[in-house]
């Protein structure tokens, strides 16, 4: 899987459009040609996109982060976005991908908060309850053929246990104790292992809260679909908070010195 | 053969308010053989009275598992305990493919509760004869519930059902506030005390007719159960170690028991007022 969410999903092809710069309803296609596929059209691809979220455990819980940039293409369409979203008491989900989609799932869990709630009996959904019931959505929906395209993390805390999970538009999952979805994957989660396997009872909030920024600040000096503005989320036995916006330090002095391409005249 | 003019159809009340199919199937539960249920702290159990046809039949079986979590035990007719226990089935399957969880056992019971009401409410159909007792173990600990054909779910500290079931709740009504730090050696042996106030005369609590459903952790005459805690049945030999734990019963000069047709509670012939039809 790539970063570009358009791709998922899809054969690799890097003979053409590598840097997804068409406009989206462009795309190429060279696939096979199915003469009755008009007949109905499900999701093929997404159109306004989220990249990465970040998520590592820590002492104390586990924290996530997540820009507020929805892009169209290449463009930087929705600067506000909030991609982090709290379900229950105990959990927080954040999704790259579609986001339409995702906001069809935030209505979704909600309907499922608020069933829970009304029963009134003392039993409440926590973060793996939450993330069988998001796999078991989002195989469903790959099965009819109709994905919801995107990749979440799930993250929580509950019963004095964290956890943190994976699914995504094939209804795959797993577990680690750093998770990165889209270009994260590749760019940050590398980093985040580095600072955090076999240190999980050992980080500090601070300390994690340095971590995911380091890493966020890479992912803007990288991801041409991120943004310098995001939002972290803390889960632990104090419970869910989200963070306002937020912005980084960042210097791009050295941009000067980058030879290769731009508009430069030597 | 009716008893009177609001028998033959459930969804009419009569003058009194009373729905008389629905009071007919409460009596169904009182035909069928005793049930005991106890919760402690830790553990919630099930006893029950196994009937047999005649010399050559097997003991009707009493308890049904219907998740790790989750065990019946049941008072009535058999062939509609089959339809709701394997509705139960699926109902705690379901939680765990898409919640990964124990069903809340106060949602599993009131699932079955709301399908027996429909029964006193919708033309052309008939409540379920078949009571239940519900243990259950889940997030907010170990359970008891009670079900009803008349849609009524109620969860209980200890409760019987079935033939004779009040002289069993009498004992539990008598000792039921030590049951909450019972270990299970003794939770199980009240349960047998109440149970045994459910035989008719001469009759005795053996390791055929005997049946226990446990849920909570191992006791101390127990093999290991896999998953820990999950629930059990003990029948046969299994339950030999429980019976000799018993204490004799005292023999009291009682008056001769009411026999054993008429069962518990049932309202005097002619005590209600509804018009009666002739024949």
Known sequence: ?266 | MFRNTYDSDNTVFSPQGRLHQVEYALEAVKQGSAAVGLRSKTHAILLALKRSTGELASYQQKMFRIDDHVGIAIAGLTSDARVLSNFMRQQAMGERMIFNRPMPVNRLVSSIADKAQVNTQEYGRRPYGVGFLVIGQDQTGPHLFEFSPSGNSYEYYAMSIGARSQSAKTYLEKHYESFADCNLEDLIRHGLHALRETLQQDKELNVNNTSVGIIGPMGQHEKPISPPGSFRILEGDKVEVYLQSMEKKEEAPAPVPAPASVPDAAPAPGSDEDVQMSG
């Open chain 1, 1 to 266: 899987m790539d970063h570009f969410p358009t791709n998922w999903g899809r054969p690799r092809n890097d003979a053409f459009d590598a840097y997804a710069t068409y406009p989206i309803h462009q795309r190429p296609y060279n696939g096979p040609k199915d003469t009755f596929a008009d007949g109905v059209q499900r999701t093929q691809q997404p159109i306004v996109t989220g990249t990465s979220v970040l998520a590592i455990k820590y002492k104390d819980g586990v924290m996530m982060a997540a820009d507020n940039l929805a892009s169209y293409g290449s463009l930087a369409r929705f600067k506000d976005v909030q991609r982090l979203h709290q379900v229950g008491n105990y959990t927080v989900i954040g999704a790259g991908g579609d986001m339409s989609d995702f906001q069809y799932i935030q209505y979704i869990l909600e309907e499922l908060s608020i069933d829970e709630i009304s029963a009134q009996d003392g039993h409440e959904l926590g973060p793996i309850e939450i993330h069988e019931y998001m796999s078991q959505l989002m195989y469903a929906r790959r099965s009819k053929m109709n994905p919801l395209w995107n990749s979440l993390l799930i993250g929580g805390f509950k019963d004095g246990k964290r956890f943190l999970s994976y699914v995504d538009l094939l209804g795959t999952t797993y577990s680690a104790s750093t998770l990165a979805t889209g270009y994260g994957a590749f760019i940050a989660q590398p980093l985040l292992r580095k600072a955090v396997e076999g240190r999980e009872d050992v980080i500090t909030e601070e300390e994690a809260r340095k971590i995911l920024e380091d890493s966020m600040r890479v992912l803007f000096y990288r991801d041409a679909r991120s943004m310098n503005k995001f939002q972290i989320a803390t889960i632990s036995s104090a419970g869910v908070s989200i963070s306002d916006s937020m912005q980084l330090e960042t210097a791009w002095s050295f941009a000067e010195n980058i030879r290769g391409y731009g508009a430069q005249t030597q």
